[in-house]
C-alpha cells in the first residue's frame, strides 16, 4: 500500500490479491443481550467447492503459512474437513450441470480416485450374491465421496438404493427397480439435485442467512474481509470500486470497523496508542480509562462456548471475532460516557452505542492511503496528510524513486513518486518527518526540497500553462500584425 493510492486504485491492487487467494479459516461471533452479552462463537474451517465442472485454483504465500503454522492453525482440518462455499456465479454454472446431468466432483488427486474405485468394487463383487431387501455398509468416505460413491452407484446399477449413515459410512441396498423407482420420488432421498446443491454450497447457505438478518457487522481493518466475502459467497468482485462499495452497503447496511472506533477513543478518551486488535483489548480490559461513569458491559461466553475465556487463541478467527465484539461494546461504553455531562445508567441499551457510533458506522478504515476511511453509504472524505514535498534534482542525473526512498530512508518514511525527470514528490503521515527534512536537506548540493503547490509542480498545470502561454502569444502577435497591415 501507498499513501499515493487513491481508494479505486487501492482496490484494484486488493482485488487481483483476493481473487489469487482462498479462505482457509472464518470466525462468527455473535452476540445477543439478557441482563448481560452473553456470546456464541464459531470458527469454521473452509475450502472451496471440489463440486462443479472446473476445479478451483488458489495461491499459498509462504510467509502466510508460516505465520498461521506459528500459531498453530490446523492445516488438516482445512484441507481434509474444510466446509465448501461458491459464489452465485459458480452456483449457476453448477445448477446448470445437475440439470444437465454434466456434473462432477474434482478429483485429481490418484488417492480421491482410489477410494471410490474401491467403494464400487466391493458393491458390484456383493450385489452378484445378494438377496433383494439385502444391505451392506461402506466405510471411511469422507466428504463428497459420500456423495459420489451414491450416484455412481445409482447410476450403474438399477436394483441398488444408497443412503448415508453417517460417520463417513453410506448403506448399499438390492431393491427391485419398482421400488427403486418409488424411492427415488420420495422426500427422503439423499441425493435430490436440491439437496445436492444444498452440500455444495455449504458456508454460502449461513451467509444468506447473515445478508437476510440485516444486523450491524463488526469487523477490524476489515477492508479485505469485505472484498473476500462479496468474491467467495456472493459475486466474483467487480472492476469497479463504487461498484463495490454499493453491493456491500446493499449486503450488509451497518458496518463497523473497530479500527476506526479505537482511533476516536485514542482521541476522546486518551486511549494509549495500540497497533492490533488484541493490544486494544488488552488496555480497554485492563485500565481504568472510565473512573467516574459505570462499569463496562459484561461479556460472557456462552456454553459451550468457554474456551476462549480460558486460553487466548490469538489469530484463530473465532477468536479474532470476539475480540472485535467486545473491543466495539467496551469502547462504545468510553464514547457514551464521554459525550455527555448526565449520568449514565448502568447498563446502556446497543442502541445507545449506535447512537454514539454513528460517525463510524459504514466507514472502513484505510491503511496508508488517499483516504483515512473508506465510506460505505456516500463519497470517501479526502485524509489529512501532512503537506507534501517536492524534490527537486540538480547534477545528479538518472536517479530513482529507490535511490530517493534510501536518501531519505534514514531520517525518515516517505513514500516516494516520480514528478518529472528530475523531480520527485514525497509523502509522509507525520508532520514532525517533513519538518525534519525540509531542515536537513536546506543546503544539500543536489537536492532541493520544498512543500509541494499543485498551481506550480503539477505536470498537468504547468502543460496548460504553456499552452496558455502559446495561445496568448499567437494572440498577441495576430493582433499586432493585423493593426500593422490596417495602417
Known amino acids: 500500500p501507498s499513501l499515493f493510492d487513491s481508494p479505486a486504485e487501492r482496490y484494484v491492487k486488493a482485488r487481483q490479491s483476493v ?28 475450502f472451496p467447492s471440489t463440486l462443479g465442472i472446473r476445479d478451483v485454483e488458489f495461491t499459498l504465500s509462504a510467509s502466510s503459512i508460516q505465520f498461521l503454522s506459528h500459531y498453530g492453525f490446523d492445516y488438516n482440518k482445512f484441507l481434509k474437513d474444510g466446509i465448501p462455499y461458491m459464489n452465485e456465479v459458480q452456483e449457476k454454472i453448477l445448477r446448470q450441470h445437475l440439470l444437465a446431468g454434466t456434473w462432477k466432483v474434482c478429483s485429481a488427486n490418484n488417492a480421491n480416485r482410489d477410494v471410490l474405485k474401491k467403494a464400487i ?8 450374491a445378494a438377496k433383494e431387501e439385502d444391505t451392506m455398509i461402506l466405510q471411511d468416505l469422507n466428504g463428497y465421496h459420500m456423495l459420489e460413491v451414491q450416484l455412481v452407484l445409482r447410476q450403474a446399477l438399477e436394483n441398488v438404493w444408497t443412503e448415508p449413515l453417517g460417520d463417513k459410512k453410506v448403506m448399499v441396498k438390492k431393491v427391485s427397480p419398482k421400488h427403486r423407482q418409488l424411492l427415488e420420488n420420495s422426500s427422503y432421498d439423499h441425493c435430490q439435485k436440491k439437496l445436492i446443491l444444498l452440500s455444495a454450497r455449504g458456508f454460502t447457505n449461513l451467509f444468506h442467512i447473515l445478508v ?139 442502541s445507545q452505542y449506535l447512537t454514539v457510533l454513528a460517525e463510524h458506522v ?20 479526502p485524509c489529512r496528510h501532512p503537506p507534501a514535498l517536492v524534490v527537486h534534482v540538480r547534477g545528479w542525473p538518472g536517479l530513482t524513486e529507490g535511490q530517493i526512498y534510501q536518501e531519505f530512508k534514514a531520517r525518515c518514511r516517505f513514500d516516494v513518486r516520480r514528478l518529472s525527470k528530475n523531480q520527485f514528490v514525497l509523502l509522509s503521515q507525520k508532520y514532525k518527518h517533513v519538518r525534519l527534512v525540509l531542515r536537513d536537506y ?42 500593422a497591415h490596417s495602417c
Open 19 to 46: 481473487q489469487r487467494f482462498t479462505l482457509a479459516q472464518l470466525g462468527k461471533d455473535i452476540y445477543s443481550f439478557h441482563f448481560r452479552y452473553v456470546v456464541h462463537s464459531y470458527n469454521f474451517f473452509l
Open 121 to 128: 468394487d466391493e458393491v458390484t463383487s456383493w450385489i452378484a
Open 212 to 350: 437476510k438478518a440485516k444486523k450491524p457487522l463488526v469487523g477490524h481493518n476489515m477492508l479485505m474481509d469485505l472484498m473476500h466475502l462479496h468474491d467467495k459467497f456472493y459475486r466474483p468482485l467487480p472492476e469497479s470500486y463504487e461498484e463495490f462499495k454499493r453491493n456491500i452497503h446493499t449486503l450488509f447496511p451497518i458496518i463497523i470497523d473497530t479500527k476506526t472506533v479505537t482511533k476516536s477513543v485514542q482521541k476522546k478518551c486518551l486511549f494509549p496508542r495500540v497497533s492490533s486488535l488484541s493490544e486494544a483489548y488488552a488496555v480497554l480490559c485492563s485500565s481504568n480509562l472510565n473512573p467516574k461513569g459505570p462499569p463496562c458491559p459484561v461479556i460472557a461466553l456462552a456454553s459451550g462456548c468457554s474456551r476462549y475465556a480460558e486460553k487466548k487463541c490469538p489469530h484463530e478467527a473465532g477468536y479474532d471475532a470476539f475480540l472485535c465484539g467486545s473491543v466495539l461494546l467496551m469502547s462504545a461504553h468510553l464514547l457514551l460516557c464521554r459525550s455527555t455531562d448526565d449520568a449514565v445508567e448502568a447498563d446502556p441499551s446497543f
Open 362 to 381: 459504514n466507514k472502513v478504515n484505510f491503511i496508508r492511503g488517499g483516504v483515512s476511511s473508506i465510506n460505505l453509504s456516500g463519497e470517501d472524505a
Open 442 to 483: 536546506r543546503h544539500h548540493p543536489h537536492l532541493q526540497v520544498s512543500i509541494y503547490r499543485h498551481w506550480r509542480h503539477s505536470p498537468s498545470v504547468n502543460c496548460l500553462l504553456q499552452i496558455s502561454g502559446v495561445v496568448a502569444l499567437w494572440s498577441l502577435l495576430a493582433f499586432v500584425l493585423g493593426g
